[in-house]
């Protein structure tokens, strides 16, 4: 049986995703204001065969400053540049790889976001993908004429309703309806153009679409949310899942939920990649991949660090750094429920404070392995094949090191193991990511009017 191979994103938002990275030395500090900083590290994770680069966004700072004055020490998602515009330059300096980034259901229109990645894919020949998410926070809504952001049902309700009206307008051409016959004064083919004229609950769009002729037919669907609403909307719609877990149990129990719910839609398992994120940590041995961790934990901010308590343990500012978690001293609406794993381990091992924010910081977003190439490749293998993902979403540490690393060190032990491309397959990231090719409502229609 042929191998299974492996699909791999590289998530390159801001600096990087440990806290410290700003503070990393072979990081520029103002990367966030330079392209050139963005286009270093796509271009490292084309080198790498990489499927696609990746933008996790948000449309606010949803950082609280709390304790006070740690906002202005951190270096993490404060500042960035809006990636629907920073990929099309993007997609200029690179050939191959997949252009994927982030973009809200509650504060976009549908027209908008069908317009804007049908012309990425244009401009991209056929690498474009968008990541649908419906926001969460309470700083985006003040960014957005609301107080608070909308109810959860509201939202998934409304994202439902937002993908079929933008799939509706990427159907609205189908895909030979443009004729340029010069000779016999034909632009294009009025009977391959189909306006959509929905009206919804949440939306009333008539269409067609202004932009046409995507390479891809649709761009690339990527869904991230963990919920039942966001799940059972990954395998209806979803080309691709954006997921965050930290043992390989707990992957493999939402790939098997998440997959299983395909057939009901008429969809294959193969037809949805579920990417899970890791961030690895490579170094040629144990110890130096160790030392490069270290490194990072020792320059994390003592106020950035606390930052990461507050939501479980309130202000801890004005307590010692090297004394045990004053646990008992704290009033009980400054104990969260969610963090009882915390609060236990705190209880019965007393760490300094100083020791439990490297420890929280230093949990990168979901599965982080320190090790070898040969070790990395081993945990990932070990994923890939017993039904955890199809692959990973790479959030690397730091920004370009962390993604030149795992370029360098663990895509060519990928390769060896015969799981890993060694040249991209195809044109599109559809193609790349060994999806069928989007089918076009109206085109299956008339394919099946003209078969009766
Ligand atoms: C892996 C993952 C990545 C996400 N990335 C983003 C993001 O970049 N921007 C954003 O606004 N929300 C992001 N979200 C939030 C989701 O859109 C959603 O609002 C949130 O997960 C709550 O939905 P859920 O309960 O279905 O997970 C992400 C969620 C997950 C699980």
Redesign the pocket.
Known sequence: MAKKMMRIGMSIRGLGYHPAAWHHPDVPADGTFRFEHYVRSAQSAERGKCDLIF????IGIRERDAPRGSLARSGYEIVEMEPMTLLPALAVVTKHVGLVT?A?TTYNEPYHIARKFATLDLISNGRAGW?M?????EA?AKNFNREEHLD?DT??ERAAEFVEVVKGLWDGWEKDAFLFDRKAGQFYDESKAHVLNHKGKHFQVKGPLNVAGMPQGHPVLVQ????E???EIAAETADVV???HGKIAQAQAYYADVKGRMAKYGRDRDDLKILP?ICPVVGRTVAEAQAKFDQLQELLDPLVGLARLYNTFGDLSGYPLDEPVPVDALGPQEIRSMSETLLKRVREEKPTIRELYKEVAGRVTGFGVIGTPAQVADAMQEWLENDACDGFNVTPTHLPGGCDDFVDMVVPELQRRGIFRKEYEGKTLRENLGLKPAVNRYTVARSRNAAE
């Open positions: 933008f996790a966004d948000g982030t809200s990541n998410v419906t926001s969460w926070s985006e959860y939202r998934y991230a949310g963990a919920s609403q966001g799940r954006y997921a965050v994120a």
